[in-house]
């Protein structure tokens, strides 16, 4: 077998290594505080299943059917009001178009958008694990200065002036992956005024956490900001309802979603029709703000839990992101300590978390570490916490 060349850069990524090392020591005591998924009991397993039933007595068993590659003309109605409601965002039904996961929609934009050799600017750190969508392409990830706001905008500009060939910007400004950081309304602002310095840019906006937050007031995406068409905006119902059924959507201007939706027809077709019809139902029925009401409240106690816990017992060289919604809490520790060694410690202590140099495109980060709050329990997160206090504490020199 002779592999096509572009497969010599496609290697798995760290997070799929590191997951390797945890699930080899799996045992029901190990506290994983490196899942990135959501709470199972909070699933709404039983609406969803009065969603499914009746899909099976309708006339011709549409669901059961092939469908539109561009996705349940019902559901791309339903995301609309949903965009309007909790984005705050007029978007015309033609411009949405249903995806198998924001994780296709970044795949689609990649495909479309880069060319072997091309720039994608990111975050400092950022979720590589999404960017492996975009490395059959070959292109080459460059990581822009990114402080407690986000991105910064000097840095971007200067980065988009002196670097040849920077095609696109992937950027997660809500509780981002890894830090659970949201980007303050002056700093979308100041990005966006960079962005549109320079047409040709895109920006793929990843914005599956957005409607996780449980502190602080609404601010709006990037794409409320994009006059020129430049945002290519990826909602999922992922970290909302589930993440299997892998119905999300993408928002981007009119040539674009034409393109994307072509492209998507060679990659699968369509994204699955019974997993959409289930969620047209469950809108349908249900209201999903109450349940994301729901979800927000019992993430803030499990997120003021950890927090709280890593205050009690991480030594004070710890230093800690305090998100206001999301899945996420990232930890710096002394830039002596590398967390990709530590992690065997903390695995025989029994719990794991995700090390730092997962999430930076340029293997830096080896002193952070990402820690998930929305998968176990107050009484777990507490235990978790307290066994990782003890391996930090060791390595604190
Ligand atoms: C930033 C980010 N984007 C995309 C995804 C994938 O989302 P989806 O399930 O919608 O493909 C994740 C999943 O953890 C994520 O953290």
Known sequence: MILAERMQRVKGSEIRSVGKKIAARNSADLIKLSAGIPDEALFPAEELKAATLPLFDEPLLPSLQYGLTKGDTRLIHLIAERMKQAERMEIPEKNILITTGCQQGISLSSVA????????????????????????????????????????????????????????????????????????????????????????????????YGELRFRGEFIPSLKSFDTLGQVIYLGSFSKVLSPGLRVAWVVAHDDLIEKLEILKEGFDLQSNQFAQSQVVNYLLQNDLTAHVEKLRAAYKEKCDTMLREIKRTFPPEAKVIEPDGGMFIWVSLPEYINTSDMLAEALDAGVSYIPGISFFADGRGTNGLRLNFTSNSCERIKLGIERLAGVVKKNIR
């Not at 492996?132 to 990581?143: D, H, L, Q, T, V």
């Not at 920077?166 to 659970?180: D, E, L, S």
């Open 113 to 208: 958008l880069l060319d072997r050799g091309d720039v994608v600017l990111v975050e400092k750190p950022t979720y590589m694990d999404g960017l492996n969508a975009s490395i059959p392409y070959e292109c080459r990830f460059i990581g822009v200065e990114t402080d407690d706001d986000g991105m910064v905008a000097e840095a971007l500009e200067t980065a988009q002036r002196t670097i040849p060939r920077v095609k696109m910007i992937y950027v997660i400004p809500n509780f981002q992956n890894p830090t659970g950081k949201a980007w303050p309304l002056k700093r979308r602002r100041e990005f966006m005024d960079v962005v549109q310095k320079f047409p040709d840019l895109m920006v793929v906006e990843d914005n599956p």
